[in-house]
């Protein structure tokens, strides 16, 4: 994967009627008919003429009913005062909204489109968002091209609802996942990092029952696995990261 590429900004429809503005930080909009929905809100609020330019490019004359953050950290929030001021959209998160077991549905047409709680894997109001017909599904920083989710000490329930959270995204067998940042993927990656971090969290403990101290572990003594070499950032820094929460954690009694 071409770091390069992914990070410069280009505009993409997974399915007809759906797009995202894919860059570091992932923009989407769904057209549900007379109206957009719009996914997460960026960093940069600097970039508002130029998503905005990309929305009237596909949906022209649309307004946006609503914006829906998948979490409220400051990188998918830039925009939602732009979105509130211009159009009048309802801003929709975990802070905004409870949000029902049964999800909090938009529908017209054959267009539904679906927002459900996930906390805990990421943030403790992180929210995904699923379009059953299509198969699309919006993970904001859920799925992270490797890195575990969680920036916080990990224990064994954490990592628990973790693995369970993303088994449970795909068994949506989504075709298309979009993640908060980076390239689209699909429920194949989900699993594979499942497979990945559990590999991982064995392998670490194995090593750290040798060495108790967990003196000599570090990305360099556990490889990355050859076939996610090419996921976006994962060589540069996200599997060390990894490593590093794995061995603290198991070395600390926590997993």
């Not at 994967?1 to 992914?6: I, S």
């Not at 091209?145 to 369970?164: E, K, Q």
């Not at 090593?207 to 000599?216: I, N, T, Y």
């Not at 556990?222 to 990261?241: I, T």
Request: net charge negative; charged share 25%; proline share 6%.
């Amino acid at each position: 994967m071409d770091a390069a590429a992914v990070d410069r900004p280009k505009l993409l429809c997974p399915v007809p009627g759906c797009f995202v503005r894919q860059e570091v930080d992932n923009i989407s909009w769904v057209d549900m008919g007379s109206y957009l929905l719009v996914i997460d809100a960026l960093e940069r609020p600097e970039l508002a003429r130029d998503v905005l330019t990309a929305m009237e490019s596909t949906a022209p004359g649309k307004p946006v009913h609503a914006l829906i953050n998948t979490h409220t950290h400051h990188d998918h929030v830039a925009l939602n005062e732009v979105f509130r001021r211009r159009f009048g959209a309802q801003i929709v998160n975990a802070q905004t909204h409870v949000v029902p077991p049964a999800g909090l549905t938009w529908t017209e047409g054959a267009r539904r489109l679906e927002v459900h709680a996930a906390p805990g894997c990421h943030t403790d109001e992180d929210l995904f968002v699923w379009l059953p017909t299509e198969r699309l599904l919006f993970v904001g920083d859920i799925f992270g091209w490797g890195l575990i989710p969680w920036d916080h000490l990990l224990d064994r329930a954490r990592f628990a609802l973790i693995i369970s959270t993303y088994c449970r995204l795909a068994e949506l067998e989504p075709v298309v996942v979009v993640p908060g940042h980076g390239p689209l993927c699909t429920a194949a990656e989900l699993r594979r990092w499942v497979e990945y971090i559990t590999a991982l969290l064995d392998e670490v403990r194995r090593l750290c029952h040798e060495d108790s101290a967990g003196r000599l572990l570090d990305a360099a003594s556990l490889a990355p696995p050859e076939d996610m070499r090419h996921w976006w950032r994962f060589v540069k820094w996200k599997h060390a990261d990894s490593v590093s929460k794995l061995v603290y954690a198991v070395t600390h009694g926590r997993l």
